[in-house]
């Protein structure tokens, strides 16, 4: 995307995560932030209940990353007017903002294509850009996770109360993913036809699609699919199919959603080889049949060795298979460096590196050059003068409080 221009008018994670995916790509992104307290998610302390540094901030590297920033009070008349110079020289305007903040600020469609006819203009919003609820805002939390069914399915009824959104901006950013896909096809209608459309994505939608088989499922049968309280064993009918506990009490996921030609390669791998020669468990009708049986047995043979002995063991089992990992985890996971989904940027702070992570995107098997994301309005001037204004204007602007 070298040589399209993206100008973002957002805050927080979801909408911000699209420009991160399209910068990745090679878009010019230029974030536009509050004059004074720039991007609102810059002052978040806490992020899951550990406290953030604001010099290695995650939520502000993670959807900022090789994006430029501008300081402009889009309130003002004054501005106003420098957006609209921006919008100008771009290919895409990109916002989370309310309809109301919208119109009261006057950066809502109209006005920007007022500016550039041709510019694709991009919304992220918590329920959609129509119906009754298009003004009422909403966090990956209430829209994705808690509105849509997402935290119900995966809460068991057993537990007594919904399970809450575990990882901050979950949502967010697979939204963000979604968004810069739409964008790159309104990119290709504009080339192919000249025409500029109107591109939207919602949280709630966001999360639709990811669950979309079990909600399909849903309403053609109207039976909820719901998680149940974990245990080691295997799923009801498919003992190649759980998560097992190891003596030093990790967990190894079978995942041999079809055991045809996967029985007795497992069952040696796990060290029972003898009950691939079983009747119960020899073939997959009677398997299935028998489950309760052959998962007992699974989860006593992967109950007697270590976590570590199985991740290494099973790297040859023919089967699907992953150790449980946690977020940390997956940092120094072999296959996960190998295929470059971390890049290095160097801090605002001068300290050590700072890893973040690479959009799931991957073009020629390239790593991602990055830089890491700005401090408020850090590039105001550098893309002011790009736009050919002098620094007599420049200066006025931030007399008047205009621009950072």
Not at 43 to 51: K, P, S
Not at 255 to 267: A, E, H, K, L, Q
Request: proline share 6%; charged share 20%; aromatic share 8%.
């Amino acid at each position: 995307m070298d040589g399209f221009r993206v100008l973002e008018v957002a805050q927080f994670t979801f909408v911000p995560a699209a420009g991160a995916i399209l910068a990745d790509w090679g878009a010019d992104v230029i974030k536009v932030e509050h004059p004074v307290r720039g991007d609102t998610q810059r002052g978040f302390l806490r992020m899951g209940g550990f406290e953030l540094n604001p010099d290695r901030h995650p939520l502000i590297e993670h959807p900022n990353r090789g994006k430029r920033s501008v300081g402009i009070d889009v309130s003002t008349s004054v501005g106003q007017q420098v957006l609209y110079e921006l919008a100008a020289t771009a290919d895409v305007f990109l916002t989370n903002y309310l309809p109301h903040a919208r119109q009261k600020n006057r950066f809502d469609v109209e006005h920007l294509r007022a500016a550039n006819p041709g510019i694709i203009y991009a919304r992220g919003s918590a329920y959609g850009d129509k119906g009754p609820e298009r003004d009422v805002g909403g966090f990956d939390g209430t829209a994705f996770w808690t509105r849509s069914g997402v935290g119900h399915a995966l809460s068991p009824e057993e537990l007594g109360t919904p399970l809450s959104q575990g990882i901050p901006a979950f949502g967010d950013s697979v939204g963000g993913m979604n968004i810069a896909g739409g964008i790159a096809a309104a990119l290709l209608h504009r080339e192919r036809t000249g025409e500029a459309l109107e591109v939207d994505v919602s949280l709630l939608s966001t999360a639709w699609w990811a669950a979309g088989a079990s909600v399909t499922q849903g309403m053609d049968t109207g039976e909820a699919m719901r998680a149940v309280m974990p245990e080691s064993t295997a799923s009801q009918g498919n003992p190649f199919l759980g998560n097992y506990t190891t003596s030093d009490g990790g967990t190894i996921n079978l995942c041999i959603v079809s055991p045809t030609g996967y029985i007795r390669d497992t069952f040696e791998h796990l060290g029972i080889g003898e009950a691939a020669d079983d009747p119960r468990f020899c073939d997959v009708l009677p398997l299935m049949r028998n489950a309760a049986a052959a998962g007992t047995l699974i989860a006593n043979a992967i109950g007697a060795k270590p976590f570590d002995y199985w991740r290494t063991h099973l790297k040859t089992m023919k089967g699907q298979w992953a150790p449980f990992q946690s977020l940390v985890d997956l940092g120094s996971d072999e296959q996960a460096i190998a295929n470059d989904m971390i890049a290095v940027v160097e801090p605002a702070d001068g300290g050590r590196p700072f890893k973040v992570v690479r959009g799931p995107v991957q073009f020629n098997h390239e790593p991602l050059e990055t830089t890491r994301a700005p401090q408020a309005a850090e590039h105001t001037e550098t893309v002011l003068l790009e736009l050919g204004m002098d620094w007599d204007r420049i200066e006025e602007l931030k007399e008047a409080g205009a621009i950072a």
